[in-house]
């Protein structure tokens, strides 16, 4: 796993406190349930609550994977429900947060995470639920596409997961907070330059200073 993305991980996971209920996605969201403070619970919708980061080499348990696939420990006080109870939760805005990876995000905080016009179509999951249903929303991702292009627009381009939802963005280059004002970037991380997250950001940034 690339630096980059352990990076962002550990940024995010900074953010949570003991009593936080938090639900990670696929992918770098994922990671920060390695980095995750005491106390703080990860609910997954395949039903886990409470689970714990990677297994020990040695002591994985097939059972007891997220809803991204990743072998998880099961610490004291964790518990399983069926997909009902697991969303149940989310609906009922019990959920401090959920983090997730994104393929567009724009200045306004909508976000498209689900599907590539002309690519094949993988369904949704639990996505639009859990954005509409945490109280907030994190988006943990690389800053640029693979191909270099922007990933944090002035506007989606394609189909939105939700609408005005997104919270803050985290990506290598620093954290964003989505406002009424627009885009304002909160932190800058070492190394990077005004100048060079500007020009890797089609969306139009605030800074504080």
Not at 47 to 76: R, W
């Amino acid at each position: 796993m690339s630096n980059i993305k352990e990076q962002i991980a550990q940024k995010v996971a900074s953010f949570f406190k003991a009593g936080d209920v938090v639900n990670l996605g696929i992918g770098i969201p994922g990671l920060v349930r390695n980095y995750i403070v005491e106390g703080v619970q990860l609910h997954a919708e395949n039903g886990l609550l409470g689970y714990g980061g990677q297994p020990a080499p040695g002591q994985e348990d097939p059972h007891y994977i997220n809803a991204g696939g990743q072998l998880v420990t099961m610490p004291p006080g964790a518990s399983v429900s069926d997909s009902c109870g697991a969303f149940g939760l989310v609906r009922s805005g019990k959920l401090t947060a959920v983090v997730l990876g994104a393929l567009q995000v724009d200045e306004e905080g909508s976000i498209a995470n689900w599907s590539i016009p002309g690519g094949r179509i993988m369904g949704m999951g639990g996505a639009m639920d859990l954005v509409s249903g945490a109280k907030s929303v994190i988006v943990a991702m690389e800053h640029n596409a693979k191909n270099g292009s922007a990933k944090i627009l002035k506007k989606c381009t394609w189909p939105l997961t939700g609408f005005h939802v997104v919270d803050t963005i985290v990506t290598e280059l620093g954290v964003f907070d989505v406002t009424e004002q627009g885009l304002v970037v909160r932190e800058l991380f070492d190394g990077v330059s005004k100048e060079d997250v500007i020009a890797r950001t089609e969306a139009t940034l605030i800074f504080k200073d």
